[in-house]
């Protein structure tokens, strides 16, 4: 039994702690979300990288790694707040990688492992379905939990549209027609959910971080605030809230590959976790923070929008926590 | 990432699931005596069979079990609903105390004890003023002829009427700061100048017990670790708390909330949205706490030390425990709240988990400080 990272996926996970320290510093979260543009220089270098591919096999262009590795990258681009394609188009590659045909894979799996042909996917329900980074993509999974198909983004209707969350591009997606994925859709989106798990969780951490340094800093009434039991109390409840939305997800990533029996409702209670916990860290953050937590210039509200605008995709935690319930054994 | 069990891990797993299957002792029978004795002829049991103290080195007579044994071991009992051994406080803390600081002369005395429940110890470390703040304990220990006299009251000891030896801690300095002027004694129960009072609580039960020492004597060959040093004795085996414990908490947790959902299906309850809700706040809590606990477990066999999930455990059990009866006390209803009622005593019993063994307010105090590295309010 070894509930930790081995030595390479350690090295992954301080590889990219350290690049995105270095080319998405918060400053260039901010530079990014006001211009609503996604920086060049960093997504070509995430290629170089190959993160894109890492999750999707080697016959595909990939890096053949799984969902662990993916999650530390996922956590990694939370943590940082980076303004890339990376997510929608990892969900995309799992979501084609398991519900899509032989035929669909080797169409569209190359171009999402390479991020030379992103792919995309419809993150809730309604219609026309919210599209992350649909402009730029080559192909868009569109109604993802009902009739699952692939457009191809040169035949879908693309309006973008503005949300809280700057950091990340977003748009309304129609078309006609497209090919339906026919295969195992629900495990691609489950663990796609996970995916965004460790998105949130590494913004949990990040903003828990924050509030953390500045409580050391920060006086008041002769002394810093984190020596207020009011204070300190809670920023010890977002380690709680934090560590018990990464054990889920690290958890939830492990079974994808080792125990794909229990990936369902590891992956719910990983979404609804993590959801809840990244939403709750970042008000937390913002309460310890005081006043200028809630001023644009602080950096903390990209991380709270983001964190709001990602417990909402893929399932709120709402849809998951029903699921859980019914998983645990509850009749309907 | 690997959650999967070795073979070695798997196989130990094994023997204890085939050893617990065939000596099963059934469940505990009622009344606090009575309970007493089970535990203990189940621990007597348990020794024979060579589990009793797994975690103690070969040498004095334990199984030096590896960290992720010992928690196989907790997993079992849990899973099996196995009951604890009666002399829980002699394994866990007495016994690793005099391994890792008493003298040959105090293994050679003390040990097989322990295993064989022989002799019950309890713990003398709370006092009526001193609960969370431990080390400004009033209990005195001055010398006297051939050893030490102890007056002073201890406070929330389980098992102290059943107890041969309590492990004291006294003050010993008074000039001393006061983490400084403590030592750590193993304090014969049977004599004059103790005397042993029911503690009744919010449960009706007794589970604890009061001291008052008045002029006890302790020979000299009973200190542990030398004079102004017990705050350190006392600490190191609370530091190395038994591994696995949040594991096999969880385990336990987990069964209690699979009788529970019984419970909910059978009165027809599963489609009421609130319920559904609280079931499923309660799975993630139940499950994050097992791989939280998993998680510590593993950085502390890598690097020593557990990491931070470990420090939450604590807190994570006590709350889930108290939301559970909560809900299981809301779906039966007034039946539930009867004196006597299973679901009644879990209610009311479960109030405590938020206290004992360090509150919940101090175990953020803990992470806020060991974790964190917030400053202290001092």
């Known amino acids: ?32 979300a006001e211009s609503r543009s996604y920086p060049d220089a960093l997504w070509a270098e995430i290629r170089e990288l190959g993160w894109p591919g890492i999750a999707i096999d080697e016959e595909h262009g990939g890096q053949g790694l799984g969902m662990v590795e993916l999650v530390i990258l996922s956590e990694e681009l939370g943590y940082a707040c980076a303004p890339t394609p990376f997510l929608s188009n990892a969900i995309a590659g799992l979501v084609i990688d398991a519900g899509g045909s032989a035929e669909q894979r080797d169409r569209w799996l190359g171009g999402i492992a390479s991020g030379e042909g992103r792919g995309s996917i419809a993150g809730t329900g309604e219609e026309p379905g919210l599209v992350p980074d649909a402009e730029g993509a080559a192909v868009i999974g569109l109604d993802p939990m009902t009739e699952p198909r692939l457009v191809e983004a040169s035949d879908a209707n693309i309006e973008p549209v503005e949300l809280i969350d700057a950091t990340r591009e977003y748009a309304r997606v129609s078309a006609d027609g497209g090919e339906p994925l026919e295969g195992d859709v629900a495990t691609g989106l489950q663990r796609g959910a ?20 500045y409580a050391k800093e920060r006086q008041q009434f002769g002394r810093p605030i984190g020596a207020y039991q009011a204070v300190s109390h809670r920023c010890a409840g977002m380690l709680y809230d934090t560590e018990e939305a990464r054990s889920l997800t690290y958890y939830a990533a492990w079974c994808s590959g080792a125990e794909p029996e229990s990936l369902p409702l590891a992956s719910h209670m990983a979404k609804a976790r993590a959801s809840d916990a990244a939403w709750r860290v970042t008000n937390d953050a ?24 990602g417990s909402e995709l893929f399932g709120d935690a709402r849809m998951h926590r029903e699921r859980v319930a019914s998983l645990a054994g509850l009749a309907a | 990432m690997d959650l999967t069990l070795t073979q070695e891990e798997e196989a130990f797993r ?54 992720i044994e010992q928690a196989i071991f907790s997993e079992e009992m849990a899973r099996q609903k196995a009951p604890p051994p009666a002399n829980v406080l002699g394994l866990v803390m007495g016994g690793p105390v005099v391994i890792a600081h008493g003298s040959e002369d105090q ?74 002027g403590l030592t750590y004694f193993i304090c014969d129960m049977e004599q004059d100048g103790v005397e042993v009072r029911p503690l009744r609580q919010i449960t009706g039960e007794a589970e604890f017990n009061e001291i008052f020492f008045e002029g006890a004597h302790v020979d000299e060959e009973n200190l542990v670790g030398g004079e102004g040093n017990g705050w350190m004795v ?124 360090g509150t919940t307010d101090v175990m953020k105090n803990i992470v806020a400080e060991r974790v964190l590295g917030l400053p202290r309010l001092r």
Not at chain 2, 34 to 54: N, V
Not at chain 2, 127 to 148: F, H, I, Q, Y
């Open chain 1, 1 to 32: 039994m070894d509930f930790g990272f081995n030595d390479e996926q350690q090295a992954i996970k301080e590889t990219a702690r350290e690049m995105l320290a270095k080319r998405s510093p918060l400053t260039a979260v901010r530079e990014a």
């Open chain 2, 107 to 180: 293994k050679e005395r003390f040990l097989e004890p322990i295993l064989s429940a022989a002799e019950i110890w309890c713990q003398g470390f709370s006092e009526p003023e001193s609960g969370s703040d431990l080390a400004s304990l009033k209990t005195k220990a001055v010398r006297e002829n051939g050893g030490w006299r102890v007056s002073g009251q201890k406070v929330w000891t389980t098992y102290a009427h059943e107890a041969k030896w309590c492990m004291l801690l006294a003050r010993t300095d008074t000039d001393a700061p006061k983490h400084k």
């Open chain 1, 286 to 309: 913002l309460q310890v923070l005081g006043g200028i937590g809630f001023t644009w210039e602080h950096d903390l509200h990209f991380l709270l929008k983001r964190a709001k605008v």
């Open chain 1, 194 to 213: 996970v995916a965004l798990a460790a998105e949130l969780t590494g913004i949990a951490q990040r903003a828990m971080e924050l509030a953390v340094d």
């Open chain 2, 234 to 357: 006392a600490i190191t085996t609370l530091m190395h708390e038994r591994a696995g414990l949040g594991a096999a908490s969880a385990i336990s947790v987990r069964r209690d909330l699979d009788e529970l959902i019984e419970m909910i299906n059978e009165r027809g309850l599963g489609d009421d949205a609130v319920i559904r809700d609280r079931i499923a706040e309660l799975k993630m809590g139940v499950e994050a706490l097992r791989l939280g606990s998993l998680r510590a477990l593993t950085q502390q066999m890598k690097v020593g030390i557990p990491g931070p999930e470990g420090s939450i455990a604590k807190w994570e059990w006590a709350m889930l425990n108290q939301k559970l009866t909560e809900l299981a006390a809301d779906v039966l209803g007034p039946e539930a709240l009867r004196p006597g009622t299973e679901w009644s005593y879990r209610l009311l019993r479960s109030r405590a988990n938020s206290i004992e063994g």
């Open chain 2, 14 to 67: 094994d023997e204890v699931r085939s050893w617990l299957g065939e000596n099963d002792p059934g469940p505990e029978p009622e009344g606090e005596e009575a309970k007493f004795l089970f535990r203990r002829d189940w621990q007597h049991k348990m020794h024979e069979a060579g589990w009793a103290g797994i975690s103690w080195p070969k040498e004095y007579g334990g199984r030096g079990a590896s960290l």
